[in-house]
Nanobody, 123 residues
Framework: QVPLVESGGGLVQAGDSLRLSCTTS????????MGWIRQGPGQEREFVAA????????YYGDSVKGRFTISSDNAKNTVYLQMNSLKPEDTAVYYC????????????????WGQGTQVTVSS
């Protein structure tokens, strides 16, 4: 099991920003795609963003394009999700995931899932 420790969630107001972090074991970022998937209350899972093992390819869900940015720091074994211009509909539990490819993550075909971190956006 690959460890995935998420942090950075919280309660914010609409229009605010948050940065989520996902720290994993050494070598994971360089050998796998990583990403974020969220699930809001009473909603289906939704793909948010993914980054490939080299960090050169990034893929976003339609609802977050232009507002969220995924990045990785191989030296810190950490993947980030910078979330700007947050909306109430972004309220969800955000899960850090590991998968073979960016498009695999987009289809929820993930090898490992974190415990999740709650993001709540008030209007």
């Amino acid at each position: 099991q690959v460890p995935l420790v998420e942090s950075g969630g919280g309660l914010v107001q609409a229009g605010d920003s948050l940065r989520l972090s996902c720290t994993t074991s050494e070598g994971t970022i360089s050998s796998s795609a990583m990403g974020w998937i969220r699930q809001g209350p009473g909603q289906e899972r939704e793909f948010v963003a993914a980054i490939n093992r080299g960090g050169g390819s990034k893929y976003y869900g339609d609802s977050v394009k232009g507002r969220f940015t995924i990045s990785s720091d191989n030296a810190k074994n950490t993947v980030y999700l910078q979330m700007n211009s947050l909306k109430p509909e972004d309220t969800a539990v955000y899960y850090c995931v590991v998968g073979p490819y960016v498009l695999s993550i987009a289809k929820f075909e993930c090898d490992h899932w974190g415990q999740g971190t709650q993001v709540t956006v008030s209007s």
